[in-house]
């Protein structure tokens, strides 16, 4: 075995855990990613009938796809600048008049500018239009799966293939990124089945990003569970409603520090939902847009 692999080995056991006593079941008995996954899940004391769904539910010829998505997208820096068009502008502009009450509500309740959730939602999923086609539970539940050996050693591969010449540098990052990836996932799936419990229908129907985001606003399932808001008291938040999608973003943004009129306060918050710096720039930028477009229309 060259040192190379050596090293490999030795970081991975040190990572994956199998020298710990919390893995030590599974390491005797050598199981697969999927079985792996399932330890997992049992040791949290989730539900065999949620179990049973999430098994029922995995595409396990998506799964290598979407962990090279996950764990390996994120070593490229994104770019949104392409979210930023006079199409752009239009559509925003064209949203804001078409939901002006709801958007004037969540203003007033929230101090949510109406060109910035306008601004969110367009680069989010086009206002609806774009919500992704990967199914939530199966994201989340290959996911969890990310830090087996043989699926460690198969990411590793493939950023070798995506990164060349650069696969030593990015040989450690991969490995942290497919435990981190693994560990949220398992979280994420928590709260999936909080949500929807005993609705075994809606959770298969149920479809979003490649990260498992769902909705108009792109929720992942624990943010859901924190800051999803209704203007309805007899119902649950529905993401694909417009009411409720522009309660839950106004609620998410304030909870999470924006604050009118401090920009760096409102950077902070928006970093939190979609840690890319490149993400906060386009929806501020698409935002101060429309306010001057409002602005020059109040002026003729």
Same mark, same amino acid.
């Given at each position: 075995?060259? #040192?190379?692999?050596?090293?490999?080995?030795?970081?991975? #056991?040190?990572?994956?855990?199998?020298?710990?006593?919390?893995?030590?079941?599974?390491?005797?008995?050598?199981?697969?990613?999927?079985?792996? $996954?399932?330890?997992? +899940?049992?040791?949290?004391?989730?539900?065999?009938?949620?179990?049973?769904? !999430?098994? /029922? +539910?995995?595409?396990?010829?998506?799964?290598?796809?979407?962990?090279?998505? %996950?764990?390996?997208?994120?070593?490229?820096?994104?770019?949104?600048?392409?979210?930023?068009?006079?199409?752009?502008?239009?559509? #925003?502009?064209?949203?804001?008049?078409?939901?002006?009450?709801?958007?004037?509500?969540?203003?007033?309740?929230?101090?949510?500018?109406?060109?910035?959730?306008? @601004?969110?939602? *367009?680069?989010?999923?086009?206002?609806?239009?774009?919500?992704?086609?990967?199914?939530?539970?199966?994201?989340?539940?290959?996911?969890? /799966?990310?830090?087996?050996?043989?699926?460690?050693?198969?990411? !590793?591969?493939?950023?070798?293939?995506?990164?060349?010449?650069?696969?030593?540098?990015?040989?450690?990052?991969?490995?942290?990124?497919?435990?981190?990836? @693994? %560990?949220? @996932?398992?979280?994420?799936?928590?709260?999936?089945?909080?949500?929807?419990? &005993?609705?075994? &229908?809606? !959770?298969?129907?149920?479809?979003?990003?490649?990260?498992?985001?769902? &909705?108009?606003?792109?929720?992942?399932?624990?943010?859901?569970?924190? *800051?999803?808001?209704?203007?309805?008291?007899?119902?649950?938040?529905? +993401?694909?409603?417009? %009411?409720?999608?522009?309660?839950?973003? @106004?609620?998410?943004?304030?909870?999470? &520090? *924006?604050?009118?009129?401090?920009?760096?306060?409102?950077?902070?918050?928006?970093?939190?939902?979609?840690? $890319?710096?490149?993400?906060?720039?386009?929806? +501020?930028?698409? $935002?101060?847009?429309?306010?001057? /477009?409002?602005?020059?229309?109040?002026?003729?």
């Amino acid at each position: 075995m060259r #040192c190379a692999d050596l090293r490999l080995l030795i970081t991975i #056991c040190l990572y994956w855990g199998v020298c710990t006593s919390a893995y030590s079941a599974e390491a005797s008995l050598n199981p697969g990613p999927v079985d792996f $996954a399932v330890n997992k +899940l049992k040791k949290a004391e989730v539900s065999e009938g949620f179990i049973l769904q !999430l098994q /029922q +539910l995995h595409i396990p010829e998506d799964r290598d796809r979407i962990i090279e998505l %996950n764990v390996l997208g994120g070593l490229a820096t994104a770019d949104y600048s392409g979210h930023y068009s006079k199409r752009a502008l239009k559509r #925003c502009a064209d949203f804001i008049k078409k939901y002006r009450k709801d958007l004037k509500k969540a203003e007033k309740t929230f101090g949510i500018s109406k060109e910035v959730i306008a @601004a969110l939602l *367009w680069v989010e999923t086009k206002h609806g239009k774009i919500t992704g086609r990967y199914n939530v539970a199966n994201v989340f539940f290959s996911l969890l /799966q990310a830090d087996h050996p043989e699926v460690i050693k198969s990411s !590793l591969v493939a950023g070798a293939a995506k990164f060349p010449g650069r696969g030593e540098e990015y040989r450690q990052k991969i490995i942290e990124r497919s435990l981190t990836k @693994a %560990n949220w @996932a398992k979280n994420e799936l928590l709260s999936l089945d909080v949500v929807f419990r &005993g609705k075994p &229908g809606r !959770l298969m129907m149920l479809s979003g990003s490649h990260s498992g985001a769902f &909705g108009i606003p792109q929720f992942i399932p624990s943010s859901y569970v924190q *800051w999803a808001r209704t203007p309805s008291k007899t119902r649950k938040p529905d +993401l694909f409603k417009i %009411n409720d999608v522009i309660q839950s973003v @106004a609620f998410y943004l304030k909870a999470n &520090g *924006w604050i009118h009129g401090d920009e760096a306060a409102q950077r902070t918050a928006l970093f939190h939902y979609n840690r $890319a710096q490149g993400y906060v720039d386009v929806i +501020l930028k698409i $935002a101060a847009a429309l306010q001057s /477009q409002g602005k020059a229309g109040k002026s003729r």
